[in-house]
């Protein structure tokens, strides 16, 4: 089951200089610098889709798009307690998110890697609740009831928090790089 874990106060992935960071020259093409964590941090907050990939009991990979928001260091998404994603980090909290653009020649996409940990902080989650109406809209308010999103329909979902453990930058054009983060 992940652990849970539920941050009050900002972390180091907030902060610009916590990462390690290196520009990968095998991915990289010629004048192609290390992209900054605040760059990509940017990016973080301003997405409106992720993809989640988590890996089944068995062992096989599971990608799913998902809504999300970038807050206190760590991207936070919610899943019904019931669903595949749901499942999947109760046995193997490991996971990888993705967002980006759809393109090959312009934009930037970033990798996260990280532990999804559950978020069930009371005062946390009326923060994130509104932070998803606020990023989302009024289609995606949430109530907040034992340690859950809920909904005026009776849904119940929990929320996670994945803290970048190591993350990657890919800068699509000209010049290609691949930008590497590191945190402690």
Known sequence: MPEKDTP???DAADTPDAAETSLDPHYSGEGATARPWTEAVALLESAKLYWLSTVRPDGRPHVTPLIGVWSQGALHFCTGPSERKARNLAANPEVVLTTGA???TEGFDV???GRAARVT???RLIALAEAWEAKY???WHFGVTDGMFSNGAGGRAEVFAVTPRTAFGFA????YGQTRWLFA
Do not use: I, Q
């Not at 699509?172 to 010049?175: A, E, I, W």
């Open 121 to 123: 902080d009371e005062r």
């Open 137 to 139: 809209g009024a289609d």
């Open 172 to 175: 699509k054009g000209d010049p």
């Open 102 to 104: 759809n393109t090959l």
């Open 111 to 113: 990798v996260v890697e």
């Open 8 to 10: 009050d106060t900002p």
